[in-house]
């Protein structure tokens, strides 16, 4: 292809689309959620990476650490955080003569046990070694076996970054590998750094890993508006030359702080009204672009909150979200009024409903998920019920779901 090719779009609705990325960015990639800053651009975290660190930190001399878990809201820097002092961790390790392996699973990505220890396996493995590690096809315990055998052969000490640990079915393999070293299944001591955005998947451990992860529990709080101006700041590189108005980055970063506090969100939204201001043609982005940005970030967060959901947990929220948009006097309904809409909604994309019960449960699910809220009210005399509300614009819900 020609990078020079200036060529008019065959398809008028190209128009807009060019290499480049228009007239308002440099480097769009800046400002994509998956880019990773480097070390000088980790904003506000100071003190939590040398809290990490120090926990962690006898690994650089071979010595066994003590496994951490961080907890925290989306985008609030755990992953970066984790991944971070893994990679300073090696560096130093290195400098002390002391072979380090370090690897990042996102347990999201996995599936399963075996499949997260396959990733691992595959991310320390040298290219000298003879250890493989297919995707499939040997057991759990297998691959256990060929971690140990490739951490003992080639490493002196090792960390395991397990992000989004509460996708795991269960905790056998937090356990199994923060006591690897204590139960001599291998000769190296190993360092791991879980991440969860659940703080109730504490809940679900079993006592024995609560005990290894001890006191070592890190809580992220979200961004305040100072810090995501800064880190905002830090990627204006992602725009041509003074093309940025001077409100729109703490414009964007008061509203950010304001509704989650979530970095990766707040990138977007700058991203966005990027977007927004190529499309227009405009010279400059300006406040009024993050309006329309807004609305494009919005409707991005509530497809990725119920983008798993089974059918009949979105038939459930079509029902608040049509309660909600015809009855705007009201916000809170109860569960039997949210089960007749949704018995309608079934009924008209012919799926079969669940019983009162489970749509109960469903109803509570979307509060998990902060989709939907919930309150006990007290009838007179008919004792508690609990009311649910959408916490969402319904007119988006109902574009998204219908
Ligand atoms: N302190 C920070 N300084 C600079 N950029 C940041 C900072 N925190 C987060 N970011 C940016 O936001 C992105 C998302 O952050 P990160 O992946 O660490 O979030 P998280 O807390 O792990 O969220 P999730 O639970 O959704 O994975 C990072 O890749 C980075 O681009």
Redesign the pocket.
Known sequence: MDSDDESEAVHSVFNTVSQEGGKIFEQREIL??????SEN?????DEQIEKVAGEIGPIVVGQPPNSII?Y????????????HVSKIAREEAENRGVKLATGYV?CQQAKGNSDALSKYGRAINPPESGVKFPTRGISENEYFERVWSVLNEFYDAAIIVL??VDKLNNDDLLMALSRAGEDGSVDVPIGVIA???KINYRDKMSERTKSSFGHNEFI?EP?DAD?IR??LQ??TDAFADGVLDDGVIPRAAALSAKEHG???K??RLLRYAGDQANKENAERVKESHLTDARASAEVDRLLELISGLPPHSKHVLLALANLTKNHPDREWFRTVRVREIYLEVCDRSGADPLSAERTRQLLNELCFLEVAGSRRGTGEGKGHYSQYTLLWDADIVLTLGN
């Open positions: 994509q959620i998956d880019y990773v800053p651009r980790i904003v506000g975290r961080i925290g809201k989306t985008g609030c820097g755990k992953s970066l955080v984790a991944k996102n992000d989004e991440v969860s955005n992220f961004y810090q800064e880190i830090n990627r979530d970095a990766r707040a990138m």
